[in-house]
């Protein structure tokens, strides 16, 4: 059973819109991450938070930014959406070190965005 | 950088025949994660590896960590319909296991 949730699954919107995609875990796990996914290409990572108050850039540049202000929550959000921003975004999470299954990812269902 | 070459990139296969896809690489790893994804889903955890050599299996599903520690491979024994999906290797870094590094993927096609 998945315990990491993204909201919305689906979502479409206009260029220009701000939108913030929500990620929450319940496993307590301090580390998080954002990846970004066009269909049946590989992962790429964009942001990633090791804890409260820490985020970092991953290996692809975007334009997005995140926040983490709670240990369970990890939001994505888009100031001005364009059509490149088009993608499936997946965020995922996993325990600290010495911790059982600490190098194990944990994934959302994902948010597919489209921009028109 | 660090890459994982995937192979092969795609499979259609008959319902009922093994499947064998690899990853590898020139770079040393200390873990190796094998995923699954559905359509529209997010991956979901195979197999992990932990310790060169080893063999895992999970159903009709065995992995094995390389004894280089710079591969590792997934079979499927007697595939079913379900198994269609995108495969995924991902491998942690021997010397800085901050960053998990993917494979572009296998793209399995089962037809009944």
Known sequence: EADIYQTPRYLVIGTGKKITLECSQTMGHDKMYWYQQDPGMELHLIHYSYGVNSTEKGDLSSESTVSRIRTEHFPLTLESARPSHTSQYLCASRPGQGSSGANVLTFGAGSRLTVL | ?112
Request: proline share 4%.
């Open chain 2, 1 to 112: 950088g660090q890459q994982l070459n995937q192979s092969p990139q795609s499979m259609f296969i008959q319902e009922g025949e093994d499947v064998s896809m690899n990853c590898t690489s020139s770079s040393i790893f200390n873990t190796w994660l094998w995923y699954k994804q559905d359509p529209g889903e997010g991956p979901v955890l195979l197999i992990a590896l932990y310790k060169a050599g080893e063999l895992t299996s999970n159903g009709r599903l065995t992995a094995q960590f390389g004894i280089t520690r710079k591969d590792s491979f997934l079979n499927i024994s007697a595939s079913i319909p379900s198994d269609v999906g995108i495969y995924f290797c991902a491998a942690y870094n021997a010397g800085n296991n901050r960053k998990l590094i993917w494979g572009l993927g296998t793209s399995l096609a089962v037809n009944p």
